[in-house]
């Protein structure tokens, strides 16, 4: 079935800390694995995104891993800034015609 | 466009009535996809156009829910009879032709008093 499971549903981490979030799919012939960022009052925005055919992904201070095998992916976000804090959103394209989302990671960065 | 647009930004309205909801995708954009996220909650599919066609409507709770897009462009979310559970932020996205390159509007924030 179309299932995404996604935790901690809070994280709260001080500035400078690493923040990981892990996300656990269901559909082994999900191949694209996005994340989202929703900052209050706006709708999520994509910023960074995985396909199948790779383990991990870099874009500055946040990275992506995959594991196939065990339909895992996870977040990596390093040097958290207090611009960090959101709502982050793992998602898979379960069945290629849309995307399933988890059930979002709120993060909070303190100074 | 250069963005997905949706309005209105925030509708009340009283239980019982019934509303529209607009969006405009991203110029070019054939796929089209509405959700709808609950206070604090996450992002529940409702239904997705391809064209103007809908491929997958499995997510429209009840039959008051009904979507329609025409032109390949604007889609119009119809809820009839609203009710208070209906309350949400009602997003919109589109993508060039496939779930990749999601792009989300703002949402409308439906209450229901």
């Known amino acids: 079935g179309e299932n995404v499971e996604q935790h901690p549903s809070t994280l709260s981490v001080q500035e400078g800390d690493s923040a990981v979030i892990k996300c656990t799919y269901s559909d082994s012939a999900s191949n694209y694995f996005p994340w989202y960022k929703q900052e209050l009052g706006k709708g999520p925005q994509l910023i960074i995104d995985i396909r199948s055919n790779v383990g991990e992904k870099k874009d500055q201070r946040i990275a992506v891993t995959l594991n196939k095998t065990a339909k895992h992916f996870s977040l990596h976000i390093t040097e958290t800034q207090p611009e960090d804090s959101a709502v982050y959103f793992c998602s898979d394209n379960t069945g290629f015609q849309k995307l399933v989302f988890g059930t979002g990671t709120r993060l909070l960065v303190s100074p | 466009g250069a963005g997905v647009s949706q309005s209105p930004s925030n509708k009340v309205t009283e239980k019982g009535k019934d509303v529209e909801l607009r969006c405009d995708p991203i110029?070019?954009?054939?796929?089209l996809y509405w959700y709808r996220q609950s206070l604090g909650q996450g992002l529940e599919f409702l239904i997705y156009?391809?064209?103007?066609?809908?491929?997958?409507k499995s997510g429209l709770p009840s039959d008051r829910f009904s979507a329609e897009r025409t032109g390949g462009s604007v889609s119009t979310l119809t809820i009839q009879r609203t009710q208070q559970e209906d309350s949400a932020v009602y997003l919109c996205?589109?993508?060039?032709?496939?779930?990749?390159?999601?792009?989300f509007g703002s949402g409308t924030r439906l209450t229901v008093v």
């Open positions: 156009f391809q064209g103007n066609s809908a491929p997958d």
């Open positions: 110029s070019g954009h054939t796929a």
């Open positions: 996205a589109s993508s060039p032709g496939s779930p990749m390159g999601y792009t």
